[in-house]
């Protein structure tokens, strides 16, 4: 490797790198700032360097002067960068993303396809129609956990709350639209993914699914629009949004600490909504997820 003062081309090492890292790149900002730490290297070796020809031998009564040198060659800053983009590379690969495990992704884009084509979603009783944190507050008080919500801004209109299964298990379900696309915010408690730090994705059906995990409780939305026109970086981007906005626990709210197999668990959900009148027996009924 040569120590340049105007470029860094390493034939082996970028092969290298490729190899270890095909065509991922690091994000724009952490390249920006590498770019910028190359620019100031290479200024400060133009400034530095000896100028062609010049004598080192001081003149007679002259007193010899030290010899100015770049203070980090070019290559070796180029190596201490690589290694720093590689720390924040690695860091950045371990925050990465995962598949929601198991049957949940299925589950919950059931429940989200079942509720969304109903004509009313509004199943918590004594709250008003638009009252997402009357609905959202309810709900945490019913099952015991904190509930996210999102506000109806943005084109955004809220299409009512209530609990709904998902699998075997309750959960806080709020349900918007805009236009032809539905979302939904679940809240549910899933022991069986407690501790897990990760950021949740998946796509199923062209249903984009972005959630995380925060204690015993999974928070996720689920959106599905025909025309693809919201993007997994844009569900990304909306969850990343309303992590920050997960209220605290319930006071005197409990959850369950045992885990369990959450499809184990076969006793009815008696869900806060009004009954409904009986069907004629020629008229088959579907269960509320």
């Known amino acids: 490797m040569s120590d340049s003062t105007t470029c860094f081309d390493d034939p082996v090492l970028r092969k290298a790198v490729r190899q270890a890292w095909g065509n991922r790149r690091a994000p724009a900002s952490l390249m920006q700032l ?148 539905t979302l939904s915010v679940f809240s549910v408690s899933a022991a069986d993914l407690a501790g897990n730090s990760k950021g949740l994705e998946s796509e199923v059906d062209g249903h984009q699914l972005a959630g995380f995990v925060r204690g015993n409780t999974l928070y996720c939305v689920v959106e599905y629009s025909p025309d693809q026109s919201l993007t997994p970086a844009d569900v990304r981007s909306l969850i990343g949004r309303l992590e920050n906005q997960v209220p605290n626990p319930v006071p005197g709210g409990a959850v369950a600490a045992a885990s369990r197999d959450r499809r184990a668990d076969t006793t009815p959900i008696d869900l806060d909504v009004p009954a409904a009148p009986p069907l004629p027996p020629t008229v088959a009924s579907a269960d509320t997820p």
């Not at 079942?114 to 507050?137: Q, T």
């Open 34 to 181: 590498v770019r910028g730490k190359f620019a100031e290297y290479a200024a400060l070796a133009a400034a530095t360097a000896i100028p062609s020809g010049a004598s080192f031998l001081p003149r007679p009564g002259q007193a010899s002067e030290p010899l100015r040198t770049p203070v980090v060659p070019l290559g070796t800053a180029a190596v201490i960068l690589l290694a720093v983009v590689a720390v924040f590379w690695a860091a950045a690969s371990n925050s990465a993303p995962v598949a929601f495990p198991g049957g949940w992704a299925g589950d919950l884009v059931a429940t989200h396809d079942m509720c969304s084509s109903k004509p009313d979603h509004h199943f918590v009783v004594g709250v008003a129609p638009d009252d997402i944190a009357g609905a959202r507050d309810r709900l945490a008080k019913q099952l015991g956990f904190p509930v996210l919500s999102m506000s109806a801004d943005n084109g955004w209109q809220f299409r009512g709350a209530g609990q709904c299964r998902v699998g075997a298990e309750r959960t806080a379900h709020l349900l918007y639209r805009r236009g032809d696309i």
